[in-house]
């Protein structure tokens, strides 16, 4: 009897932690505290820096921020470099084209653990109806919980050639490549 009793409790157990274990947790961006900043050259000589403003990532992760799974809305009209003249040049159809593209999308592909807290994400970035397939690079810095719930916190980074999705033109006085990081503090809904 103890043996079948036994055999029936183990059972148990392993269902609810593979039950556990597959349980999907859901992840949404606390935008206060994030940031999708974007810096590139000026005449060779300096950089400049802008970010969007108004942005959508949400996460589907396993237990503990583990294998995330992002989706990225970013507004293009919200671009802001503060300097009201060039923004409103960024939103433009030879830059950003707003009213015909308002959203710059990212569909992730992949998600791979690198060393320590360092990780790789693979997807396609959507500008201008332009779709490329991007690399991110960073880490994730932690998870804790407090008073507010649970947080996660990232760090993301890629460079993109900004004339494979049409932006600016060739030429001129500002540079090739853009490069984009984004600092995240997401929260567990």
């Known amino acids: ?15 609810l932690i593979s039950i556990n274990g597959f349980s999907q947790e859901k992840w949404s961006v606390d935008v206060s505290h994030s940031s999708v900043n974007f810096a ?21 992760t396993e237990a503990n921020f583990e294998n995330p799974v992002f989706t990225v ?23 950003f084209d707003a009213k015909q593209f308002p959203t ?11 060393e320590g807290k360092n990780i790789e994400i693979t997807g396609d970035l ?11 690079k960073g ?20 460079t993109i050639k900004r004339t494979d999705f049409n932006i600016g033109g060739s030429g001129g006085s500002i ?5 984009l990081t984004i600092n995240l503090e997401m929260n567990k809904k």
């Open 73 to 95: 809305a970013i507004e293009t009209a919200s671009i802001n470099t503060k300097n009201e003249g060039r923004d409103k040049h960024l939103r433009a159809n030879d830059f």
């Open 1 to 15: 009897m103890k043996t079948k009793s036994f055999k029936l409790f183990t059972s148990l157990l392993l269902i």
């Open 104 to 114: 710059i999308t990212f569909k992730q592909k992949s998600f791979k653990k690198l």
């Open 126 to 136: 959507t500008i201008k109806g332009i779709t490329k397939p991007v690399v991110l």
């Open 175 to 179: 540079g090739e490549e853009v490069t």
């Open 139 to 158: 880490k994730i810095n932690g998870v804790v919980k407090n008073k507010y719930g649970t947080k996660a916190g990232l760090k993301l980074a890629t």
């Open 40 to 60: 590139v050259s000026h005449l060779i000589i300096s950089e400049t820096t802008g970010s969007f403003d108004a942005f959508t990532i949400d996460a589907t």
